[in-house]
């Protein structure tokens, strides 16, 4: 690690004003980037830390909406959004391990957009909006490809707001390793509709899967979708899992999914 | 019953109270009084010409003391093998040097050509991103299918083909196998991998050298298995600094699993630095350079095939191996997949033939060695595997088949065709204790539950033997070791009546400090809270060759017991002296020696003090004190056996396999302290579950390594595996040592594998799924869920 200087403001407009000096990087929970400057991939010359801003902590109801702050832990949206959207809190629940869950947050996961991480599954099947230092983003604006996100240079994510579903469910198949997720469904089940996000298995990252949203749709239930398949062009291909492989289980996950949504 | 604190007690393990309270001293936690800091530079390519490097820059940086490139090294001796496996046509195997740091050509990801000492480790860091390196790439050759039939690629330019030795075992008897399998009636043909390995001891490797410019002294602290084995390589082979003059101290080691039997470069290095300095360096790996530049194991390619009749007996067995070595020969990489491996191919059976061809091949990767089993592993998968399948393929039940060539109990001692000779065992005692301890009789049910549940349930079964307590050493001597593979041992009773015991042994996590004071403490009659085990230091133990291959206990722990029976002797002599009384009339029994017969004793501490304090002693004839060291050489190999069970869920949807259940009836001889041999099993077992299920090192065709972080390498966690039934109550004791013990610490990573392999082909063969016969390790769920729809 190179060394680096290190604010931590506390207010989102100091955090803005930091993040616009030369070399600025923000900060969030640091599971993503500090073992890049560990391994000296990454040398910022100044680090923001956003996990010193009060109003950006924290889960609350908002006008039938779950507002998620952006500096809130896994840990923390696992325990406080259990009553309220319970796959959501799965789903927290399910990342890394405590010692991740305890620091990492969803601001920082969102804005990293790694094509394995479970949280863009949740806000994009959540149909939830990103909400920034100076606007509100759509979750099908937000997500722009692996580690791809509409975010411009030091805009910061200080929250999202979660549209509570009917029923739902997050199912993550892990990758052996890592235990990111191989491929991770997250379907929600709305009065409007149902959305059906996949993570880990396209090399653009988070998508929906549009055909077996129509399906569910017309009738919520696992034989719904038995006859759909995903194509696996554009599915990563790796050590891990084939493209096939990755298809297959955004399939079953769904049927998964579907089955056991509450 | 065993006696309190004795042989055969489940005593908790002394030294655990440290290691779990953070006051272990590894090498990492030790800091010299001016110690500097090495940086290595590795290859980033995996083949490539070394042109020139720049170290100008780097010298002008910061806190840099010394930049010292594979040119400084030139001159010193290279890293030696330590066996030669002659080839089948009696050619002499190849050995290309193996330079302390890469010189003229870079071999592999992570090869070091290059250091840097600072004054910190950042600076070190910060100038070794300065240092330039002019390296044009070169082809690599990964795959060793490719490495031997594709003459333009080398990895040592004087080496064609690649290949280091074409071994046969037994030559001889080439024939007659040939000529079996010509007449018998079915064959059994299976074509494997044997995935490689990365070793991942919790603890990476690390090495201070500290050279004492007042005395011409050197230490090299280092994360060994047996510092003296590691300073007699230094010293006669690599630089030639005279074993006097260099100490070897290999403090608490966070596990090995044969990674830290080999010297590697890196010590060197530190060495030579602290000499040019005057100063200690230091330098620990990071994970990274773990994965790098950590010998890895296993790596076979095997086409093996089995000849039987019918009904399933074994008539003979066949097998052709590609093992690779790697960039450069380890130390014992030529003796793992030949004396290790080939040996092992009768198994527990009565094979009446068998012969065993392997080649082993030089690639761009990473060297090759021991690891957990070494080449034992790799022998009982390959049969295990080739025994299902033919069952399989016969339709034959793999119980009866099994123990109906299992070797019987009244045919010992029993000389197999490949050159061992096992001198005791029960192999059906331990497959019918398998039988009762992992419930065969009630797995239908457990199917049909599972079945309920959606997933297939399959069990699997394998059966293993290994020779361990590595070795006698004339024979090893023939086969062509070059070291000898006694140990030795130094129990050294104090004026007041405790005592040290020095081993050559070397425990890094195995627990010797507990059991071997155990046993001690049994002989002597003294409580184990007055014995104190002292290892890892050449300045403080006796010559011995260290923990690896099972051997602690058979051969240390034998070379212990001899060494305190000469104290028992010589303590006869004094008691018969100040006892007035004839030697032989003197019996030891619970630490006080009597005239038998009588009521007249002495107590141990009365003969220890007497000892140093002399004032009535035999002088004229016995020597003061009371100190006796023993070298042992065993007679042969141990052949500690067993057999396991594995009952696995897979997930036909997905292809995730589950490990439900898992048994292991062992027999280990003797066993002293049945929690730690529990332990023991239970580490081997989550290794060969590893193995099995999640573990690969994979290089892509350029030769980079595409596993060098747990992101991508797959460690077993807790929650990858079952509760073990663990049993070792069928147990022969080996005849030929004193405390009749076998070996347990490899056998768990040995038999497990094949038994997990052979559970899933048989949940897929339940299922439906017969067009199965096999998947290559590690059954990940996309392997199993390809093997399905293929």
Known sequence: ?262 | MPKDGGIGASTVRREDIRFLTGKGRYTADINLRGQAYACFLRSEVAHGRINRIDTAEARAMPGVLAVMTGADFAAMGGNPAGWHIPSRNGEAMKEPKRPVLAHGKVRHVGDAYAVVVAETLEQARDAAGAVVADITELPAVVDMAQAVANPDLRVHDEIANNVCFDWGWIEDNRAAVDAAFKTAPHVTTLELVNNRLVPNAMEPRASIGDYDPGTGDYKLYTTSQNPHLSRLLISAFVMGIPENKLTVIAPDVGGGFGSKIYHYGEEAAVLAASRALNRPVKWVADRSESFLSDAHGRDHVTRIELATDLEGNFLALRTETLANVGAYLSNFATATPTFLHGTLMAGPYRTPLVYVNVKAVFTNTAPVDAYRGAGRPEATFSIERVVDKMCRELKLDPVAVRRKNLIQPDQYPYTTPVGLVYDTGNYPATLDKLIEIADFSGFEARRAESARRGKLRGLGLSTWIEACGIAPSNLVGVLGARVGLYDAATVRVNATGNISVMTGAHSHGQGHETVFAQIVSDKLGIPASSIDIVHGDTSKIPFGMGSYGSRSLAVGGSAMVKAVDKIIAKGKKIAAHMLEAAEGDIVFEDGKFSVTGTDKSKTFGEIAFSAYVPHNYPLESLEPGLEETAFYDPANFTYPAGAYACEVEVDAETGRVEVVGFACADDFGNVMNPMIVNGQVHGGVAQGIGQALLEAAAYDDNGQLLTGSYMDYAMPRADDLPMFTVDHSCNTPCTHNPLGVKGCGEAGAIGSPPAVVNAVIDALHRGGHTHVTHIDMPLTPSRVWSAIQN
């Open chain 1, 1 to 262: 690690m190179h060394n680096f200087d290190f604010v931590k403001p506390s207010s989102v407009a100091d955090a803005v004003r930091a993040l616009s000096a030369e070399g600025a990087q923000a900060l969030s929970g640091g599971q993503t980037l500090l073992p890049t400057m560990k391994q000296r991939l990454a040398a910022p010359a100044v680090l923001v830390s956003l996990t010193g801003i009060a109003d950006t902590k924290g889960v609350s109801l908002s006008g039938g909406a779950l507002s998620v702050g952006g500096a809130t832990t896994h840990a923390v949206v696992a325990q406080e959004a259990r009553k309220h959207y319970p796959a959501l809190a799965d789903l927290a629940g399910g990342i890394g391990d405590p010692a991740v869950r305890s620091r990492g947050t969803i601001g920082g996961s969102l804005a990293n957009n790694d094509p394995s991480a479970c949280y863009p599954a949740a806000v994009l099947a959540s149909g939830a909006t990103v909400i920034t230092d100076r606007r509100r983003i759509a979750a099908d604006d937000f997500f722009q490809g692996m580690f791809a996100t509409a975010l411009h240079d030091g805009e910061i994510i200080t929250g999202v707001l979660f549209p509570i579903p009917e029923k739902a469910a997050y199912v993550k198949f892990n990758q052996p390793a890592s235990r990111f997720a191989l491929t991770g469904v997250f379907v929600a089940k709305y009065g409007s509709g149902v959305r059906v996000a996949v993570t880990g298995a396209s090399a653009n990252g988070v998508f929906r899967w549009t055909e077996a949203e129509r399906a569910l749709s017309a009738s919520f239930t696992p034989a719904a979708i038995a006859g759909l398949s995903l194509p696996s062009e554009g599915m990563i291909a790796d050590l891990h899992g084939s493209a096939a492989y990755r298809a297959n289980l955004a399939r079953v996950l769904t049927g998964r999914g579907v089955a056991s949504a509450h």
